[in-house]
C-alpha cells in the first residue's frame, strides 16, 4: 500500500493513484515515443532525431516533410495504434479468464480475422479496404462463436481458454483449406497478409483504427473498476453490486473488436497481446487488470519489434509479426514453464 497515494480536490472528489504505476507508465510512453522518433528516422534516406521534430512541429525541409508525414509517420502511428489495442486486448481477456493464457492469441481471435482476411482475398480478390473488413467481420464472428461456446451460467476462466484453443484450431484449418483454393497470386497476397507487417501502411489504415481506440478505451475504462471487483470471483462481485455478466459481455466484445480491429490494419501479428500485460504486471507490481500499463506497453514492444526487424537483420528485413512471433513463442514456453511449477497447469 505504501506506492498508493490519495489526490483530493476543493470539490470533494479524491483518486486513489499508484506511484509506481504511473512511474512505468510514464517511462513506457517516453520510450515509445522515443523509439517512434528514431523509427521515423531509419530508413534509407535516414534523418536525424533533430530534424524529425522539426518536420513533425512543421519547420522542416520539404523533401523530408514528405518523407515523414507522408511515408514514415503513417507506419508509426499505426504501429502504436495496433500495439496498443493488442496490449489492452489482451489484459482484458486474461483478466476476464482469470488466466495468463486467456489472450487473443491462444483463443484463436487472430485466426478468425485471418480467416475474414482471407475469404475476402481468396473468393472475392478484395480490395485492401475489403480484406480489412473481411479482418474484423471474421474477428467478431469467431469471438461470437467462443463466448456461445463457452457459456455455462456465465463464461469462466478455463473453460473460456479451452472452448478458444479448440476454435483456432478449427479455423486454422479452415485458413489452410481457403489457401490450396487460392491461385498463385492471391495466395502470395495472402501469405504475406499472414505474416502480419507494417510495410506500406498509410492514413487510410490511421484514421479507422484511432477513430476505434478513441470510442473503446474510454468505454474499457469506465468499467476498469468492475473489472477488478470480477477477479475476485462473480458471487462477491454480485454481492458488491456489480452486472457481471454485462460489464463481462461489453468487455469482451471490446476486447475483440481492440484485437480485430489491430489485426486488419496489420495483419496478425503475434503475441504481443500474450506478453503485453504480463511484462506490465511485473513491471508494476500491481495486482489488478493493469490495463493503461498494458495498453503503453504494447505500444513501445512493437514499435522497438519494428525497428529491430528493419536494423538488426541487416538488408533482409523482416516483417514485424516474424520478430513478434519468435520472441512471444519464447515467452510462452517460459510462462507455461513457470504455470506447470506452480501447480497452476
Known amino acids: 500500500m505504501k506506492n498508493i497515494r490519495a489526490l483530493r480536490t476543493p470539490g470533494g472528489l479524491s483518486l ?22 528514431v523509427l521515423i528516422g531509419t530508413g534509407d534516406f535516414p534523418i536525424p532525431a533533430g530534424d524529425v521534430l522539426r518536420t513533425l512541429a512543421g519547420d522542416g525541409k520539404p523533401g523530408q516533410e514528405f518523407i515523414i508525414t507522408e511515408l514514415r509517420l503513417p507506419r508509426v502511428l499505426v504501429g502504436l495504434l495496433v500495439g496498443a489495442s493488442l496490449g489492452l486486448g489482451g489484459a482484458l481477456f486474461q483478466s476476464v479468464s482469470r488466466n495468463p493464457l486467456g489472450s487473443p492469441d491462444v483463443l484463436g481471435l487472430g485466426q478468425g480475422s485471418t480467416a475474414g482476411a482471407l475469404v475476402m482475398i481468396v473468393l472475392y480478390s478484395g ?37 478458444g484453443i479448440g476454435v483456432s484450431a478449427i479455423v486454422t484449418a479452415l485458413n489452410g483449406y481457403l489457401l490450396t483454393k487460392a491461385d498463385i497470386v492471391d495466395a502470395a497476397r495472402a501469405v504475406v497478409w499472414m505474416t502480419g507487417s507494417l510495410n506500406g501502411r498509410d492514413w487510410d489504415q490511421v484514421w479507422p483504427l484511432l477513430a476505434l481506440v478513441c470510442v473503446l478505451v ?61 511484462l506490465a504486471r511485473r513491471l508494476t507490481r500491481s495486482p489488478g487488470p493493469n490495463l493503461v500499463p498494458s495498453m503503453v506497453m504494447g505500444a513501445a514492444l ?44
Open 218 to 278: 474510454p468505454l474499457v475504462l469506465g468499467n476498469a473498476r468492475g473489472l477488478r471487483t470480477m477477479e475476485m470471483g462473480d458471487d462477491v462481485s454480485y454481492a458488491l453490486g456489480v452486472r457481471v455478466e454485462r460489464v463481462r459481455l461489453l468487455l469482451m466484445v471490446s476486447a475483440v473488436l481492440l484485437t480485430a480491429g489491430a489485426t486488419a490494419a496489420a495483419g496478425p501479428v503475434g503475441f504481443v497481446a500474450l506478453t503485453a500485460p504480463q
Open 302 to 345: 512493437l514499435i522497438v519489434a519494428d525497428w529491430a526487424s528493419q536494423r538488426v537483420f541487416g538488408a533482409d528485413q523482416l516483417p514485424v509479426g516474424v520478430v513478434t512471433g519468435v520472441l512471444g513463442g519464447v515467452y510462452l514456453l517460459g510462462l507455461l514453464v513457470t504455470e506447470r511449477r506452480a501447480g497452476r497447469i
Open 16 to 37: 486513489r493513484l499508484d506511484v509506481r504505476a504511473c512511474t512505468v507508465v510514464v517511462l513506457l510512453l517516453a520510450a515509445a515515443l522515443v523509439a517512434s522518433v
Open 127 to 163: 480490395s485492401a479496404a475489403q480484406v480489412a473488413a473481411g479482418a474484423l467481420v471474421g474477428g467478431l464472428v469467431t469471438g461470437l462463436a467462443i463466448y456461445l461456446l463457452a457459456w455455462k451460467r456465465g463464461v469462466h476462466g478455463y473453460r473460456l481458454v479451452l472452448v
